[in-house]
């Protein structure tokens, strides 16, 4: 009785190892938002490297950053700028911006 315990338990365990070292918690790609009538869009290189680009739709501007990515917050440091913390929320981004908290969606 024992052996089977520990064998459903050891299956448990490496069940959820294999879970978690497998979940894949890199970004890519873009995500967008929308913050007082300005189109923000965060676009994510590779490990380290991302632009983040504010009023597409007149002309707006483009800036380099480089952000460094955990579990749950990503701190994004733009050329120019403070730097933005992101926390990752059903599978998009919050950013708080001025006490306002803005929403990407990933595109």
Aim: glycine share 12%.
């Amino acid at each position: 009785m024992r052996k089977e315990y520990r064998a459903l338990a050891f299956i448990c365990v490496a069940g959820t190892a294999l879970t978690a070292c497998s979940a894949d918690d890199s970004l890519s790609g873009k995500y967008a938002a929308d913050f007082e009538g300005e189109r923000m869009v965060i676009n994510f290189i590779d490990d380290s490297k991302a632009t983040f680009t504010m009023g597409e739709s007149d002309g707006g501007f483009t800036v380099d950053c480089a952000y460094e990515a955990g579990e749950t917050l990503i701190m994004l440091n733009c050329v120019g700028s403070s730097g933005i913390s992101l926390t990752r929320v059903d599978g998009g981004l919050e950013a708080n911006m001025g006490g306002m908290l803005v929403n990407y969606k990933k595109q």
